[in-house]
């Protein structure tokens, strides 16, 4: 089983959009998928709620701090055929949290909106992420992506120029786009949408063939939306 952490230490960077359509990208894709949501707002788990009964499955555990009544241990099962489990957590997660998410995970997405403000957050956070044990072992893939880019800009120097500094790929960039919210309005991703989001698919696929280790995954699509 593969596990996808997706985590960044602001919120509003769209971590959960990211996760969520991650979900259904594999999912659709007939790659038995568990989404883990440790943030107690449950934003991904709402969002799994919300599918239509018809829609494919998609496992969701709740690994939120414990409240009473409630026993942790039994929400946070995997079923064992899962194959990508992805890990929805949330904002400024560290200390010992962040350290069991790492311990977890075997690749690290980090969505980051192109601005001042979110970039110097997220490169301390990046900083902090690669100074780490399991990081400096390199058993953990780690890998930014571009989101909520206005079209007016798509390309922003100074994301580039930290990410060069630190020795990390920019996998791709995602424009802001109302097809997201209208997908998630729905209980859907955007893999779901079929040509209302096909710009947005072809935009989101790197980031999928790359957490899937699957290059073939973008050809696999199109062949079954042409279908």
Not at 70 to 82: A, D, I, L, N
Not at 103 to 129: C, K, Q, W, Y
Not at 148 to 164: C, E, I, N, T
Request: net charge neutral.
């Amino acid at each position: 089983m593969k596990t996808t952490l997706v985590i960044n230490p602001k919120g509003g960077a769209g971590k959960t959009t990211l996760a969520i359509n991650l979900a259904s990208c594999f999912a659709t894709s007939g790659i038995p998928t568990t989404v883990m949501d440790y943030d107690p707002q449950g934003s991904s788990l709402h969002w799994l709620r919300s599918r239509p009964a018809d829609a494919v499955k998609i496992h969701g555990a709740n690994a939120a701090p414990e409240k009473f009544g409630r026993m942790r241990s039994f929400e946070m099962y995997v079923p064992p055929e899962t194959r990508h489990l992805i890990i929805d957590p949330p904002a400024g997660a560290s200390g010992v949290l962040l350290q069991e998410l790492l311990e977890r995970s075997s690749s690290i997405l980090i969505p980051v909106v192109p601005s001042v403000i979110d970039l110097h957050a997220t490169g301390n956070f990046l900083r902090e992420i690669l100074a780490m044990g399991r990081m400096k072992s390199g058993h953990i893939r780690m890998a930014v992506v571009a989101n909520k880019v206005r079209r007016s800009m798509p390309a922003y120097a100074p994301l580039q120029q930290l990410l060069d500094t630190l020795g990390l790929e920019l996998l791709a960039r995602l424009v802001d786009s109302d097809v997201y919210m209208k997908a998630a309005e729905t209980g859907a991703g955007i893999f779901e949408m079929n040509a209302a989001a096909s710009a947005e698919c072809r935009q989101f696929m790197p980031i999928a063939e790359w957490a899937a280790e699957q290059p073939g995954l973008a050809e696999a699509f199109q062949a079954r939306a042409a279908a």
